[in-house]
């Protein structure tokens, strides 16, 4: 199924950059073989992941608590060895490893865009700006030791050659070592038909059994799964070297339940195609139905899922005036492809739209907490996933 032409999704740009703005065709693939679901070209890495990265984990308070408990639960299982050694690949601004750094565990965060970890750092996080491959294992191994846990949180589907990146675990990994990640879940991005998880970054959207699939070539095993609310369904896996652990019921269970959705089979996919297309239709409608009846329109999180809705249904300024964000890189900058303005929250909060699109509509339950105001003076939400609907 290809959504057409695609700009980068994080690549919010200045109006002297609308001329040479770089587009890919964004199309995903399923492999009935593998059960891998992922897109079929990515723009180069590093077109993606440099030094004015766009996404900062630390904009949302709720994925800071959820990598607390996230930490807080590997600690707990996983830290026991004297003097515990972890790498988190991808460590972003470091939410996730200052809970470890902080109670002075040894750490690592391996994180090839150089703003982000910048960030990290100044939170006494330890990094090394680079992208994680076996080469990089090989170092990290001679100079700390083999790592007693290697995690990461939505970056492990970002990296096209995932056969390096069990080789470089496969090396790094103590003998009893963990490695665990959690990813936007196959089964609920069908379920829920939130087609706007395919993007650049998102090569894969992973499930237990494309996972089994990947890493066993590895000598690496499944050994659990534990869904996840984040990112609106989510799928945490842990993997181990094989024979090392004893493997939970719940991977059987998961690898049953996705046969059961369908996941393996072409018609489900056939489906998907087509009920993305009727919700492309139906949003494409409400909003220019509002717009010709002079509502105001916005959207509300400036995320990586908008740029694949926005380029999907062409909608432009014409259609959204702006959209409200906290993150300072992406303010006063312009969406990728659509161009529409990026503004402060102070512009939503200050002059409410009528409409507000919940693109970062993962994170609804603490945005309507905190916009009980915006319903209160009457503005309604858009939303999308699972069906277009105003709220
Ligand atoms: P998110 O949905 O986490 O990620 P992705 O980019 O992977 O789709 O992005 C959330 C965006 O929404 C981020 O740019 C910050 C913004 N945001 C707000 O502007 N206000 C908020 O209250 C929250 C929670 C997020």
Known sequence: MSFGRMPIANAFLTPCQFNDEYFYDLATAFCPACETFQIIDQPQAEQMFHEAYAFFTRTSRAMVDHFGVYADWVQQKFMGADDPFVVEIGCNDGAMLENFAKRGIRHLGIEPSANVAAEAARHGIRT??????????????????????????NVICHIPDINEVARG???????????????PYLGSMIEKGSYDQIYDEHVFIFSAGSVQNAFRPHGLELIDVMPQPTHGGSMRYVLARKG??????AVQQAIASEAEQGLGRA?????????????RDELVKLIKGLRADGRRVAGYGATSKSTTVLNYCHLGPQDIEFISDTTPAKQNKFTPGTHIPVMAYEKFFGNYPDYAVLFAWNHEAEILAKEKGYAAAGGKWIKFVPEVKVA
Request: hydrophobic share 45%; aromatic share 10%.
């Open 128 to 153: 090394d700006v680079t992208f994680f491959n076996l080469e990089v294992a090989r170092r990290v191994r001679a100079q700390d030791g083999p790592a007693n846990a290697i995690i990461a949180a």
């Open 169 to 183: 675990v496969a090396h790094l990994l103590a003998t009893d070592g963990v490695f665990i990640f959690e990813e």
């Open 244 to 249: 090392a652990r004893r493997v939970a019921p």
């Open 267 to 279: 018609d489900t996919y056939e489906s998907f195609r087509s009920r993305c297309e009727r919700s």
